[in-house]
T-cell receptor, first 110, second 114 residues
């Protein structure tokens, strides 16, 4: 069983739609959860960071962590063409080793 | 320069060549990482350095050799690579033990092995 599971997509939505991206994980020791955005031919860029369970909002982005279900989500409201990228979830327990999903490819159509 | 920088951005090499990738972090972090990113696969952790000491080596072939001369610089020395080693090589840094454990990535080196 993989440590982190993420649907690779691709996901295609019209501009203005709400996007939901998800990851599941198997290790209950994970405490720190991250979402990265990676544009084509660029390195991953940290988008959201959360510790333990709960919600965190930053502009159009909301990250949710449900540790009881081992499930994390990233919501994008009012999606824009500039949001078109691959979104990677990542998590760690101690900060020494990070575990990544495969990434979900998102296209927002104008 | 800010954040994490990597050079070169693109590299094409033959199987008998020797080359090096360079990474520099300007964030004052104490840990640095090398990852390999291939299409449709999760990021593969290759090496971890905490306080300049190598703490992880995830069964990486010996044709990849890391070097960390100080907490700001990280190298990946390459020799006699195989075509399947073609990938995006990403460097990252973090501040381990800070309570905000997360990683910051460089732009990557796109490596093609002919």
């Amino acid at each position: 069983q993989k440590e982190v599971e993420q649907d690779p997509g691709p996901l295609s939505v019209p501009e203005g739609a709400i996007v939901s991206l998800n990851c599941t994980y198997s290790n209950s020791a994970f405490q720190y959860f991250m979402w990265y955005r990676q544009y084509s031919r660029k390195g991953p860029e940290l988008l959201m960071y959360t510790y333990s369970s709960g919600n965190k909002e930053d502009g159009r982005f909301t990250a949710q962590v449900d540790k009881s279900s081992k499930y994390i989500s990233l919501f994008i409201r009012d999606s824009q063409p500039s949001d078109s990228a691959t979104y990677l979830c990542a998590m760690t327990d101690t900060g020494n080793q990070f575990y990544f999903g495969t990434g979900t490819s998102l296209t927002v159509i104008p | 320069e800010t954040g994490v920088t990597q050079t070169p951005r693109h590299l094409v090499m033959g199987m008998t060549n020797k080359k090096s990738l360079k990474c520099e972090q300007h964030l004052g972090h104490n840990a640095m990482y090398w990852y390999k990113q291939s299409a449709k696969k999760p990021l593969e952790l290759m090496f971890v350095y905490n306080f300049k000491e190598q703490t992880e080596n995830n069964s990486v072939p010996s044709r990849f050799s890391p070097e960390c001369p100080n907490s700001s610089h990280l190298f990946l020395h390459l020799h006699t690579l195989q075509p399947e080693d073609s990938a995006l090589y990403l460097c990252a840094s973090s501040q381990v033990g800070s309570g905000t454990d997360t990683q910051y990535f460089g732009p990557g080196t796109r490596l093609t092995v002919l």
